[in-house]
């Protein structure tokens, strides 16, 4: 089996994180999925100004319809000692209450549902870094 590796240079875009305010409308034909890529097959490194923020072989897949495939990331795959919890919150219709994670020069960086919706409660917990998208 061959590992295919995915390194990530996170990019405080701001473009994957939703403005402040209510939620878009709900559209219930709109489809978010979650899954485990096939175990060694896929390995997954965040890397911030050249430091390792994330290296992980478990990533999870969640695709939702009109966005690139990202990849959510066990908490104990990411370096949680470089970053800190942010205030912010946003409200997806589809995956619920997102809380982000900062760094000190880059707000914002990360995000994990703590409770997420019934259909994607396999990311619970995990973390999401701006620009861990499947170019692919």
């Known amino acids: 089996m ?3 590796m995915q390194t ?3 990019e405080p875009t701001n473009a994957a994180t939703p403005p402040p305010g209510p939620p878009p ?6 489809r978010v999925t979650a899954e485990t890529a096939e175990e060694g097959a896929l390995r997954v490194r965040v890397l911030w100004g050249g430091q390792v ?3 992980s072989t478990r990533p999870l897949l ?9 990849y959510y990331l066990p908490p104990e795959d990411v370096r949680l000692d470089l970053l800190s919890a942010s205030d ?5 219709p589809y995956k619920g209450v997102a809380s982000y994670w900062s760094l000190p ?4 960086i990360a995000w994990s549902y703590h409770e997420p919706l019934a259909t994607v409660t396999l990311i619970k917990d995990h973390l999401c870094f701006i620009g861990t998208e499947s170019a692919g």
Do not use: Q
Not at 88 to 92: A, D, G, I, K
Not at 105 to 108: E, G, K, M, N, T
């Open 8 to 10: 990530i240079l996170a």
């Open 25 to 30: 409308p709900y559209d219930p034909d709109h």
């Open 88 to 92: 912010t919150r946003t409200t997806c």
């Open 53 to 55: 923020l994330a290296d």
């Open 2 to 4: 061959t590992t295919t």
């Open 62 to 70: 969640v695709r939702e319809d009109g966005l690139p495939v990202r």
């Open 105 to 108: 020069d880059a707000p914002d």
